[in-house]
């Protein structure tokens, strides 16, 4: 199933087992909020707020399948930037200790806000590159848009066990990018996302460089 529009984005995140009243006005909330700060600063493109349930609310959501309700995290997020897939995680799961990476000093302030107005108590914002950020293991590490693959893992592997699911949304260069990559013990691959007919997401598990120990 591949969603095309703002009807059918809506409707499948209010199938979700995440959705309640609390969760649509947290991500209603959310959408006008981005809407007014995107005058302010570019989080995202003019043009994506025209489809913003399908093209960010949903394409964030649609990582929860990938794990199970019963995870409660840590839920690490690089790169949130404009707050996604961090913030909508957040929103549709409130009990889940998620941490978002941004080293941008607008983009900081701007999710500090947002997760206030949201009210997401679990959920904290860690200013500043992942490279300063102290190593602790988490559940599951997404990022959106934030590096390529092999820098990402240089990057984050530490922050992984054998356990952690990875939730990399990739866009179109999700198969190319993983069929090329080199040197990783892993068992990822591509699921088709279901926002965007040409995008992929990478998901698996990592279980460290080649030539080290596991």
Do not use: Y
Not at 18 to 47: F, H, I, K, P, Y
Not at 122 to 139: N, W, Y
């Amino acid at each position: 199933m591949i969603l095309t529009d703002e009807i059918e984005a809506r409707s499948w995140l209010e199938a979700l087992p995440e959705w309640d009243a609390t969760a649509r006005d947290r991500l209603e909330c959310l959408v006008a909020m981005l809407g007014e700060e995107n005058r302010v600063q570019n989080l995202v493109s003019a043009a994506s707020l025209e489809a913003v349930w399908l093209r960010h609310i949903a394409d964030s959501a649609q990582l929860l399948l990938h794990v199970p309700r019963e995870t409660s995290g840590p839920w690490l997020d690089l790169g949130t930037g404009a707050g996604f897939p961090g913030l909508a995680i957040a929103a549709l799961r409130p009990e889940t200790e998620v941490v978002m990476v941004e080293s941008r000093a607008r983009r900081i302030d701007w999710l500090e806000r947002a997760r206030i107005a949201l009210g997401l108590e679990r959920a904290s914002v860690e200013g500043m590159r992942v490279e300063q950020l102290s190593a602790r293991p988490f559940c599951v590490i997404s990022a959106r848009a934030f590096a390529p693959l092999p820098r990402l893992l240089e990057l984050s592997a530490r922050f992984s066990t054998r356990a952690t699911t990875w939730l990399l949304p990739k866009g179109r260069s999700a198969r190319q990018e993983l069929e090329q990559l080199r040197g990783w013990r892993h068992m990822f691959h591509v699921e088709q996302s279901l926002s965007d007919a040409e995008a992929g997401v990478i998901v698996g598990h990592l279980d460290g460089k080649k030539g080290k120990k596991p």
